[in-house]
Nanobody, 128 residues
Framework: QVQLVESGGGLVQAGGSLRLSCAAS????????MAWFRQAPGKEREFVAYIGWTGSRTYYSDSVLGRFTISMNNAKNTLYLQMDSLRPEDTAVYYC?????????????????????WGQGTQVTVSS
């Protein structure tokens, strides 16, 4: 069974930075892709970024492009999200996710329903 544990969330002022981590354990049948999603109170869960298992392919939502960077250290089984120039609208619970199936399109790769394993989430709060 796969386990994902996020850490690194907190309270930060607008314009500041945070670095989230996701430690993975267990052995999935396949690991094709990992991603970050976020969910604000009363809103739907939304895609933030994903990275292919080889690390050679990444994709970001328009709202975070140029400000966030997704990366992974395969040797450490850890996924990261570096968040810079944070804005109040970035406030949400951030979730790490892993997919065991191939995504034939970018649209599928950024859809929450296509991810099999999820972490418990870590809170990020950005104040003005």
């Amino acid at each position: 069974q796969v386990q994902l544990v996020e850490s690194g969330g907190g309270l930060v002022q607008a314009g500041g930075s945070l670095r989230l981590s996701c430690a993975a354990s267990g052995r999935p049948e396949r690991t094709y892709r990992m991603a970050w999603f976020r969910q604000a109170p009363g809103k739907e869960r939304e895609f933030v970024a994903y990275i292919g298992w080889t690390g050679s392919r990444t994709y970001y939502s328009d709202s975070v492009l140029g400000r966030f960077t997704i990366s992974m250290n395969n040797a450490k089984n850890t996924l990261y999200l570096q968040m810079d120039s944070l804005r109040p609208e970035d406030t949400a619970v951030y979730y790490c996710a892993l997919s065991t199936v191939i995504a034939n399109t970018v649209a599928r790769a950024m859809t929450a329903n296509n991810y099999d394993y999820w972490g418990q989430g870590t809170q990020v709060t950005v104040s003005s």
